[in-house]
């Protein structure tokens, strides 16, 4: 299965998960409250990043998803960092120096304190705050940088934040939830138009820029009726809503796509929380599991790749991968999603990227550092880096842009 050329083939991450010593970030404060497991130094990335990247580099990645912390760059409403975002020069300087693409997520789930403070997303405050903040990193990181996400996954952080109450600040509440996914969408298109004016004004050629959606692929259990009308309304709110949303506005350039497992639809009644989130209790079609007990479905890879058709952009997998003790089935994972990817290629959809998550084990947020979702082993009380197998045959794919037949 030969991939198309100047496909980008690497891993992401994000600062809070691997950099380790976050004092001023929501959820350093929040582990503690809550008496979960501390992120402390995490994986050392924030040292240890050339390290990393002569990895990736040696793994043959030519591409590399990262993530900036606002919480170090504005560490008080107003005072932004030099020496910060100097830091996360260097970093981008250190992949272009491997000849690795960077790809800088402005957002992903942590927030200042500060910000936190004063109710964070919820605030109408926190656009013109978050378009002051991304205005002063792209402005710093323009001349390395062409691919930017504005904000990750904002459906799921909106739904663990504020509907389940999984995640800081642990709200329950509809409405909280609703105002913190408008912000979302309002910072989006903001920031989205702030970069590509400060790419004009520095006469860079155009960036792009887009957010990451979690799509989930959703299946029916059993083929009734309600179960299939709830699976097209799953696919618009979770899915499909927000990236409808910012096209609308035209401040989308190509999709960045998340992709990890499928939900199986069974619902119970009619009535609206039914329809949002009835699930199958009776594992009707056992699949295996990653770690943590996500269905692993490879197939729901080219199901939502066939879905984006209409969007008529270009497609980057901006994460999709697998927490496991077990590194066959790691390697199994990966190689059923990249055939997958490929058959979506052959009919069709422009996807021009995929990026693993994650390049490094690391803090897997409420759940701690329990899952291993990494290419690279990290043994936590010496941060020695160990690369698994797998990475080595993903390696093998990256530097020929050829996936085997079979993952044996
Ligand atoms: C997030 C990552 C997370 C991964 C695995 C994605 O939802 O962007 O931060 O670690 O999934 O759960």
Not at 40 to 56: I, M, P, S, T
Not at 142 to 162: D, F, G, L, M
Not at 286 to 313: A, C, E, H
Request: net charge neutral; glycine share 6%; hydrophobic share 40%.
């Amino acid at each position: 299965m030969q991939f198309p050329k100047n496909f980008l083939w690497g891993a992401a991450t994000s600062s809070y998960q691997v950099e380790g010593d976050n004092p001023n970030a929501d959820w350093w404060e929040w582990e503690k409250m809550a008496g979960k497991e501390n992120s402390g130094r995490a994986c050392g990335h924030y040292e240890l990043y050339a390290q990393d990247f002569d990895l990736a580099k040696d793994l043959n990645h030519n591409a590399h998803r990262l993530s900036i912390e606002w919480s170090r760059i504005e560490p008080q409403e107003g005072k932004f960092s030099q020496k910060e975002l100097q830091h996360y020069i260097d970093v981008i300087l250190a992949l272009r120096a491997r000849n690795i693409e960077p790809m800088v997520t402005l957002h992903h789930f942590t927030s200042p304190i500060w910000l936190s403070a004063k109710q964070g997303w919820e605030n109408d405050r926190v656009v013109p705050l978050f378009l002051r903040f991304s205005d002063f990193v792209v402005r710093g990181l323009a001349k390395h940088v062409r691919y930017w996400i504005t904000i990750n996954e904002p459906t799921v952080y909106t739904s663990h934040a504020y509907v389940i109450g999984a995640w800081p600040p642990q709200q329950k509440s509809y409405w909280k939830a609703r105002s913190v996914y408008d912000h979302f969408v309002a910072g989006h298109i903001q920031v989205y138009r702030r970069i590509h004016q400060i790419y004009q004004e520095f006469h860079l050629p155009s960036p792009m820029v887009s957010i990451s959606q979690h799509l989930q692929a959703f299946v029916p259990c059993a083929p009734k009726k309600m179960n299939a009308y709830a699976v097209s309304l799953r696919d618009q709110w979770y899915n499909f809503d927000f990236l409808d949303q910012i096209r609308r506005q035209k401040a989308i350039d190509f999709i960045g796509l998340n992709y990890y497992s499928r939900q199986l639809v069974d619902v119970q009644r009619f009535g609206i929380g039914n329809l949002a989130w009835d699930v199958c209790k009776n594992n009707c079609d056992p699949v295996k599991k990653n770690s943590l007990g996500w269905d692993i479905y490879p197939q729901g890879m080219k199901q939502v790749l066939l879905k984006t058709k209409r969007f008529n952009l270009p497609v980057i997998i901006t994460e999709n991968g697998i927490c496991t003790s077990d590194d066959e089935l790691r390697w199994e994972y990966v190689h059923g999603h990249l055939k997958n990817v490929y058959l979506a290629i052959q009919e069709g959809v422009n996807v021009t990227g995929y990026l693993y998550w994650s390049l490094l084990d690391n803090f897997e947020w409420d759940k701690g550092f329990g899952p291993r979702f990494g290419l690279i082993d990290i043994d936590y009380s010496t941060l020695k880096r160990t690369v698994r197998d797998s990475a080595r045959k993903y390696a093998e794919v990256c530097k020929t842009g050829v996936l085997p037949d079979s993952h044996v």
